[in-house]
């Protein structure tokens, strides 16, 4: 549908006129990755490889709530979400211009923070970086799949941006749990071994299923949650 | 042609709308009057397809298709609130609208608009530096960019002054004569009222008053307002 | 269930029938059933674990169902035994939290594992909380019972899937505690399975009460707001 395509082209153009959003979450996750690094680095030595997956899922997922927040609240400012609903446009396509908005600029958070999170971790990888892209492209559209949904839900409540980290969460975690162990196979595990080989295929299966599911799931509620 | 049948809306314990049924015509022209509070807004987002109410239905018959899509796309919502996305230009705006209404020849439609309500000079300022009146002449382009044949109009003159009002009133009236169908929710009695064949009164929910108008009703139905409002 | 709500003749029936299982389950347990020879006394609490657990998780799928049945038809019914079943749900986990560790301790000496069913609650939990939440967020009435029913049914659906990857996580891990499986007597078998009878049961009861307590509580609401009106 082109009319998604012309949603997410007017959250861009907003967004390249005042960088607010991008720029807060890149910076947070700057941010954070420096307080990962004063917490689990010594001057001169290496990140323990146990922590990696972890310090990049943290990272990722509090930039992406913090982009969260801000999906459905500016739709509220002249009460343009009530235009958009007035408009001949499904709610479904409201909902999927929304995740592609937030999916590209947690994307774009990411190819920032990567780099410098291998510069600032001294890290060197035992599997080739393209394995990683599977898990972040799976990790990073299952959370701006029920992200935003739920951020839609949380937009007709009060003080949404207290609900919504609280609600999101629980139900996250399979996805989580999912891209923290496929990253940890990514960067620690022998490649040349079957096994983990096999359980970094797994953990990837299980993070598609996720998103599928609660893709699925999104765009049948979403008419529920829209409607004012 | 739009009806409404039995509609009636609840939100927590309050009743907003109550069993509210009524017909509009093609081509007419219905000013909705009642004091604050009494659920005109609402009513008008609900035959707009906005809100669902909770129990009745409203049905839209236009030329064409009766797909949901299509029917948006006949109708036009002018609210107090802009719906105008203030960091983007007014092109821009008109632009986004334009393209979820499908407007053909978009770009020569957006000119014309603006040239209309006299925003030509400003269209690539963003709405954020917009005065409060010019906000409302954007909102007025929004409204009639892709031609709808239905228009529901809420307290258009707030925010306007003295000229704008004037010419306010005048797109009104040519609208009509362009044989748009209207619906109009007002407190200036002097404006638009007497343009008006119908006159429906809504008073806490309920509808308390449908019909035309002749120009000696009118003091009637203005004394009966009045009284209204002062019961609040 | 809810029109006659506590008073009803088959509501009186259960209640009694709940009493008489609880006491016989009682019995079972302290009384009739052998002690575990490892473990002893405590392995007793063994019996109300399971038990809660089931109801636990039995109860979100009577939330997942009254949620669908909700939204299909907006009947404030349905939201009441929904909502009462995830307070009642609540209630049940945090008992399955309480028991999971006191039984982990004695068993594995540790008071927390992060064995799947005892994290899947943990989780489960979360949720539950989620859900109530949600409902205390919204405003009005009908915004709880519609949003708490979305996040009714997407909570549910998460939950499986969140056993099967903590599972899959777990066994990726050596595990400290692998001879967990205890072998379960005839005699024990059958306690357990009057534990989660009775159980079940007293869900009903609760259940039952608190979706009377829901409707009443709604009715006064009603009656409220229509003397307001009446007198307003
Ligand atoms: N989102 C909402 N939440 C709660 N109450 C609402 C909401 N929208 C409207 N109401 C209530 O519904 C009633 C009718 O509101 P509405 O805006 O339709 O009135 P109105 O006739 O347009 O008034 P006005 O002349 O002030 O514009 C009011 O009592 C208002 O408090
Ligand atoms: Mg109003």
């Given at each position: 549908m082109r009319k998604i395509f012309w949603i997410i082209w007017k959250d861009l153009a907003i967004e390249l006129r005042s960088r607010e959003v991008t720029g807060a979450m890149v910076l947070f996750a700057l941010m954070v990755l420096v307080i990962f690094a004063f917490s689990f680095l010594r001057p001169g030595e290496k990140l323990p490889p146990e922590m990696i997956p972890g310090v990049i899922w943290v990272t990722v997922a509090f930039a992406g709530m913090l982009g969260l927040n801000h999906a459905f609240l500016?739709?509220?400012?002249?009460?343009t979400l009530t235009g958009l609903i007035l408009a001949p446009v499904s709610k479904s396509a409201i909902y999927l211009g929304k995740v592609g908005t937030h999916f590209l600029f947690l994307l774009l958070v990411e190819i920032i923070a990567l780099p410098l999170f291998f510069i600032f971790f001294n890290i060197q990888m035992?599997?080739?970086?393209?394995?990683l892209v599977p898990v972040l492209f799976f990790g990073t559209a299952g959370f701006s799949g029920l992200g935003v949904f739920l951020s839609a839900l949380s937009v007709?409540?009060?003080?949404n941006e207290l609900l919504l980290p609280v609600i999101l969460f629980p139900l996250l975690i399979p996805l989580l749990l999912g891209g923290v162990k496929a990253t940890g196979i990514v960067f620690n595990?022998?490649?040349?071994?079957p096994v983990w080989v096999g359980a970094y295929w797994s953990w990837l299966r299980l993070m598609a299923v996720f998103d599928i599911i609660f893709f699925t799931l999104s765009l049948v509620l979403i008419d529920y949650v829209l409607e004012v | 042609m739009i009806r409404g049948e039995n509609i009636s809306l609840k939100l927590g314990e309050k009743?907003?709308?109550?069993d509210i049924s009524l017909v509009v015509d093609p081509g007419e022209f219905v000013v909705l009057l009642g004091p604050n509070g009494a659920g005109k807004s609402t009513l008008l987002k609900v035959l707009a397809l906005i809100l669902k109410p909770t129990s009745g239905r409203v049905i839209h018959k236009y030329?064409?298709?009766?797909?949901e899509e299509d029917i948006k796309r006949k109708i036009g919502f002018l609210s107090?609130?802009?719906?105008?996305?203030?960091?983007?230009t007014a092109w821009e705006n008109l632009e986004f609208y334009g393209k979820l209404y499908q407007v053909a020849d978009l770009t020569r439609r957006a000119e014309e608009i603006l040239e209309q309500v006299g925003l030509s000079y400003y269209c690539?300022?963003?709405?954020?530096?917009?005065s409060r009146g010019m906000v409302q002449r954007l909102s007025l382009a929004r409204l009639l960019l892709h031609n709808p044949e239905m228009l529901f109009l809420d307290e258009?003159?707030?925010?306007?002054d003295q000229k704008g009002g004037e010419i306010l009133t005048e797109t009104i009236k040519v609208l009509h004569e362009q044989g748009k169908t209207m619906l109009m929710v007002t407190h200036?009695?002097?404006?638009?009222v007497d343009l008006a064949g119908r006159i429906l009164v809504l008073n806490k929910g309920s509808k308390v008053f449908d019909g035309k108008l002749t120009s000696s009703d009118l003091r009637d139905i203005q004394e009966f307002y009045r009284a209204q409002v002062e019961t609040e | 269930m809810e029109k006659e709500g506590a008073k009803s003749k088959t509501f009186g029936i259960l209640g009694a029938l709940t009493f008489l299982m609880m006491l016989v389950n009682l019995y079972l347990i302290f009384i009739w059933v052998p002690e575990e020879k490892?473990?002893?006394?405590?392995?007793?609490i063994f019996y109300f674990h399971v038990g809660t657990a089931w109801v636990a998780f039995f109860a979100f799928f009577v939330v997942f169902i009254y949620s669908i049945l909700y939204l299909k038809t907006k009947d404030s019914k349905w939201d009441r035994i929904a909502s009462a079943s995830a307070e009642i749900g609540t209630v049940f986990t945090t008992i399955v939290l309480i028991t999971g560790p006191i039984w982990a301790k004695s068993s594995?000496?540790?008071?927390?594992?992060?064995?799947p069913r005892l994290t899947t609650s943990l989780i489960l939990w979360f949720i539950y909380l989620a859900y109530i939440l949600v409902r205390g967020f919204a405003t009005e009435y009908q915004k709880k019972a519609q949003l708490s029913a979305v996040f009714g049914i997407i909570g549910f659906i998460d939950v499986p899937i969140v056993f099967f990857s903590v599972r899959w996580w777990s066994i990726s891990h050596p595990t400290?505690?692998?001879?967990s499986g205890m072998n379960l007597d005839p005699e024990m078998l059958f306690t357990l399975l009057v534990s989660v009878a009775s159980f079940t049961l007293l869900y009903f009861y609760f259940l039952g009460k608190l979706v009377s307590i829901f409707h009443v509580r709604a009715e006064l609401a009603e009656i409220k707001r229509r003397l307001k009106e009446h007198l307003g």
């Open positions: 500016p739709e509220k400012q002249n009460d035992q599997g080739s970086v393209l394995y007709h409540t009060k003080s595990a022998s490649w040349a071994d | 009743t907003i709308l109550r030329q064409g298709s009766d797909r107090h609130r802009s719906f105008l996305y203030e960091r983007l690539h300022d963003p709405v954020y530096t917009y258009p003159f707030t925010g306007l200036y009695f002097d404006r638009g | 490892i473990l002893g006394l405590v392995q007793k594995w000496n540790t008071w927390w594992t992060w064995e400290l505690f692998s001879g």
